[in-house]
């Protein structure tokens, strides 16, 4: 039996929800809305203008020139996104648009859908070395459990948010705050989140991370070992033992093998924490927010008492952490103890190097998703071709007009960077998931041959004469123009 529905009530088929939209509201998801009696795509559909020169400084993904004009537009230097495209459901429908066009006398298609992910999430790359959790422990956001702490990296702490588990496998309000908070992150808004065990941080693709309440400034110059081979020559001579604290490799100068090789004396020094290897000690304190990622203030602690034979009184003593960040000089007294003294003015030029060669501490949310499930069957009638096709580099894949990584091994698994995509790129549907644009590019007869929806094809100026709202924006500089027939380089 049809459905039946009140006058002016009009059904969204684009996700499982399948929402009755009366006249003048929009659905659950705020992507579709009745307009006078018509299902209409909310937000513009966005299409990208081929930055002219590459390396022209251009305000990236700014509106140019607002709704477009209907203006013709060039095919080859017009890429069709996904974003504001809609998404055909159930799957077997083709998708939204298939969009041709010729470049570089090459017939080429575009298969462009928003696609509707439950198995996707977001990686998050954090440039501190303050200790944010221990790995495996819950993250949360409002409360509820979001995603995990997992392996570390060389200067930053890594958060893996989202997926399919806290998507669909824990409580309703679990679901509907990880679908949120992935909203949020891959359309660059700030997050609360939680770490059990752990600090409390802000986070937002691109900026600064807060953590604990402090904005982070710098990440580390590398670990307490590098910064002992980095630096040693500039501290030749004009100290006799430096300390570079960090809570995975901490670096002592005159054991160290840079050390060595200057000719640097032992200082009978004595470490807490577990000896790797000449001048390198691990564990020297808990992990924390203190010195060099470690929990301590006072960088004397992870020290045992001079060796008496060995040291000597005035010995000169630099303890640094790995972004500069924190210091303290010292001078032994007769007891051979340490004595702060101010950082005389042949040492500020080495801490300030260091500082100089942190870079900036950022955030980077890297979203992954899946799409070799069913979201294959609106670019083709045999969704395993379209696999085979991506694993060949004959299709290639951008989401939003940004390039996306591949992961080898079976499926489509992607990544993308959300910085180089356009804003507000992503949407979400209540069931829940989140909604990301997605392109495959691809040769016309590449197309055919995988068993496309050929009839669906449809040249770009047909397209653009439809009366639907776009905007023209013009692709970031850095990113490859996706419309390049796969094979060449994208950059040319
Ligand atoms: S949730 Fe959004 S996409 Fe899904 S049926 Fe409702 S309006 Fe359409």
Redesign the pocket.
Known sequence: MADVFPPDTVR????P???Y?KRGQA???D??ANLAGQLVRVDPHILLDRAKTQGTPLVPFLEREGEWDGKLMKPHETFVTAIGAG?TYPDYKAAPFIVSAEVEGVDMVTVVTEGIFSYCGVKLKIDTDRFLGPERNVVRAQGEPVGHVTTAEYGSQMLSIGGVHHLTGGTRSEGRVTCETLLDLCNGKAVALAIDDGARISVAAGQPPVVNGQREERMRVGCGSAAIGMFAKQWFGKVDEVVVLDDHITGVLSEHQAGKMLGVPETGIAMHGRRSTPGRYFQVAQPGTGWGGTNISDPLSILKPFKAKIAWPNLRLLMVSTTGEHFAYYELDQDLRPVERELPEVLKESVARIRENCEPALTTVLFMAGAGGSLRAGVTENPVKLTNSVKQSLTRVTSGGAPAYIWPGGGITFMVDVSRMPENAFGY??TPALVAPIEFTLKKADYAALGGHVDSVRPLDEVLREKERRRQITSLVKNPWPLKPPGGDPRA
């Open positions: 969204c088929d684009a996700c929800v399948l929402c939209i659905g659950a998801c992507r579709y998404t549907v209540p």
